[in-house]
């Protein structure tokens, strides 16, 4: 059965069963129909889908196929060889196969359509139907066509390639038309189906052993009146058409036999008859007369007739003509059979040609296409390095100026610790002197507290004898002028006072100064601490960094020397296919030569007068020999050029890899020496802070030492009161004990000289130490600068990495999708390459329910199959 479709849409809605289109229904309906069937029948089903493009048959289930030939079957059926073939068993497989033929279709874009088809497209369900029992065996198919539309190009708009196709398309109709009208008239003895291979393949739907639908999709617009009325002739001629239907039937062995006997019978009866009739003709050339009893009747002719009709039908050809003789016409038929079958070897040999081209095609660009890529990724990969170097050279520089400043800072730190060296001994002199100071003091604190003893008795004796003179002085005031005297001895108390206030006033002064700065260098020290951790913890970050950069030049590497084996084989397989194509076309070359001294030869037997003619066919033909062979000379050494050039650009290639390896094994040398170098500043560092905590432990005891040097102040400072206050009441008493206070006031001003002298030298060692410190200000904000611009340097090789990091990571992700498309890529030829394997059959059985493994192999009696219509 054949079914034809001119522009129409017919798979409808999908989704929606009530709106489904024709090709669903009958994929629903076959099976439908298989399924309600005798259990005892076993089906298998055959599809095959393809297209009729520029007249030539490409087969859509494996684009490879590109020009297949059409045969004939022995019962002369024609066929196309070489199309794919699937196994189906469910109406979702006959659609999962149109949707994928459907997918590699051509189509193009007109005025007219934005979706144009452009070839005709077939689509072959070929169903066999076997008897389990009987071993009787049934076979059919299904044609569903999808013709394109004839096209007028003042409206379709068409150029170039696509005016190519319309040629085609209309060429293709025209031929159809030209079949369906000389079926129609019946008049003529020749019918043209081998104009266009559509008209070939479908050439038993027209006027064969078929049933064929017409489906005409025409426009009611006044635009498309031409068009629609030439369509509807069209449909209107192709009604004419009578078709013989009858039944494909494979007989099994038993049925063959008894039509074997048959024949045989009707064989036997037929000689018996032409035996009788051939003794009636003897007897009537003879001169006798034949009388009616023992001539041949009428209805013996009749029932033989009849009984021979079949045999009669399947001899005589179908139309009448001249009879010939059978010798001639067994010769005819000989003779085109053989030209048939010649025509059908050039057909192989022209597709397996058309087969290998287009392989070779997809060959070469896939090889085009991959030296592209490797070329592409080569220049990356040279950019990419040339950016590392540059970078690599800034790095450099950045760590040398680094290590300047480390140096620098070194040789300050060990200045520094020098002159912390110096002044922990000066404050170890200094412990020492405090400690005889401290011993003295306690000296002087035991004279003090006897002395305190001996003037609190004198006080008391004072007290009395005051009270007995300040009677009197009341009295004899004005005339001794004591008062005077008070006010000298006030004035001189006072000034030796003041003296002395301003002094302590000035040591607690340099005292708090102390304090402040001690506190000042305490937390300097501590962000410093802070600030080289945070160095610390930034380097041991860079390393990592640094190893990642280290592995991930290693993976450029290895992919740049994976890449180098791959060009290294690509180019052998290029070598191969080339020698190979030059091996067919001097192939070509000799069968082109030999065919033309073919055609030469018969030329020089009739000029075998004339032998100087041959010899100047002999010279041009080794005229032409020898261009070709100068042409593949050329050809060879380009090819030869250029595969010295790729080997050129191979060595370049390895002679770049070999300068990467060395600048990372210089890389490793620099990164090993900064690797030592900051493990010596490391170990600097940890004694510098051993030196700190010294530092902070003479600090402590400067603080303790200050705490006790204060409080022997404020004591001395009492003293000084107490002992203003005893002058003032010396100077008080009578004349009568001014030699006992005499000799008191000597010793008393020896011990104050003694205190006199060590608050001097107190003095001058508290301005030291505010010299010293005002000295180490002035410092801190140079080593603040410098670490500054170490903090910045290290944040910039920070950002440099990172910089890099990513960098790698983008390249990570782009060796990572160049991977994962040559892996599609592969695939896809992997997938393209499935039509030449092996299929396996899917025997169907009615009154099964088909099941969703794809290993179901039958289907019997008493499932339901449904779908919703």
Known sequence: MSFYNIHCCVQGKLHNPQLMGII????????????????????????????????????????????????????RVPYVKGCTERFVSSPEEVMDVIDEGKDNRHVAVTNMNEHSSRSHSIFLINIKQENVETEKKLSGKLYLVDL???????????????????????????????????????TKTHVPYRDSKMT?????????????????????????????????????????????????LELTAEEWKKKYEKEKEKNKSLKSVIQRLEA????????????????????????????????????????????????????????????????????????????????????????????????????????????????????????KEVLQALEELAVNYDQKSQEVQEHYQTNLQLTEQLQQKTALLSEVQMELGQLQELNGLQRKRAAEV??????????????????????AACCETNGNCSAVEEEFTVARLYISKMKSEVKSLVNRSKQLESTQADAHRKIQANEKELASCQLLISQHQAKIRSLTDYMQNMEQKKRQLEESQDALTEELAKLQAQEKRHEMSGLEREKEDRPDGGEEIKKTLEEQLENHREAHQKQLSRLRDEIEDKQRMLDELTDLNQGVLLEQERLMLDYDKLKAEEQEKDAKLQNLMLLNE?????????????????????????????????????????????????????????????????????????KQLVRDNADLRCELPKLEKRLRATAERVKALENALKEAKENAMRDRKRYQHEVDRIKEAVRAKNMTRRGYSAQIAKPIRPGHHPLSSPISSCIRAGGVYTHSH
Not at 466 to 472: A, C, F, V
Not at 701 to 722: F, I, P
Not at 724 to 742: F, H, M, N, P
Request: net charge negative; glycine share 6%.
């Open 24 to 75: 669903p229904r009958i994929a629903h309906d076959i099976f439908d129909h298989i399924y309600s069937m005798d259990e005892n029948l076993e089906f298998h089903i055959k599809v095959s889908y393809f297209e009729i493009y520029l007249d030539k048959i490409r087969d859509l289930l494996d684009v490879s196929k590109t020009n297949l030939a059409v045969h004939e079957d022995k019962n």
């Open 280 to 399: 009636e003709l003897n007897r009537w050339r003879n001169g006798e007369n034949v009388p009616e009893e023992e001539q041949l009747s009428s209805k013996d002719q009749r029932s033989v007739e009849n009984d021979n009709t079949p045999i009669i039908d399947n001899l005589l050809p179908a139309g009448g003509g001249v009879p010939v003789p059978s010798d001639e016409r067994g010769k005819y038929v000989e003779d085109i059979g053989n030209l048939y079958k010649q025509m059908d070897d050039k057909d192989d040999e022209i597709n397996q040609h058309s087969q290998l081209a287009e392989k070779l095609k997809e060959q070469m660009l896939d090889q085009e296409e991959l030296l592209a890529s490797t070329r592409r990724d080569y220049d990356k990969i040279q950019e990419e390095l040339c950016r590392l170097q540059t970078e690599n050279q800034l790095a450099k520089e950045e760590v």
């Open 200 to 248: 070939r393949i479908l050439q038993d739907s027209l006027g064969g052993n078929c049933r064929t639908t017409i489906i005409i999709c025409c426009s009611p617009s006044v635009y498309n009146e031409a068009e629609t009325k030439s369509t509807l002739m069209f449909g209107q001629r192709a009604k004419t058409i009578k078709n013989t239907v009858s039944v494909n």
């Open 148 to 186: 394109a539309g004839s096209e007028k190009v003042s409206k379709t708009g068409a150029e170039g390639a696509v005016l190519d196709e319309a040629k085609n398309i209309n060429k293709s109709l025209s031929a159809l038309g030209n079949v369906i009208s000389a079926l129609a008239e019946g």
């Open 694 to 766: 010294q530092r902070e432990q003479a600090k402590e005891d400067l603080k303790g030492l200050e705490e006790t040097v204060a409080k022997e102040l404020q004591t001395l400072h009492n003293l000084r009161k107490l002992f203003i206050q005893d002058l003032t009441t010396r100077v008080k008493k009578s004349a009568e004990l001014d030699c006992e206070e005499g000799l008191g006031n000597v010793a008393q001003k020896q011990k104050i000289s003694f205190l006199e002298n060590n608050l001097e030298q107190l003095t001058k060692v508290h």
């Open 466 to 487: 005051l009270n007995l003179l300040l009677r009197d002085l009341s009295d004899i005031g004005a005339i001794i002028g004591t008062s005077d005297a008070k006010g």
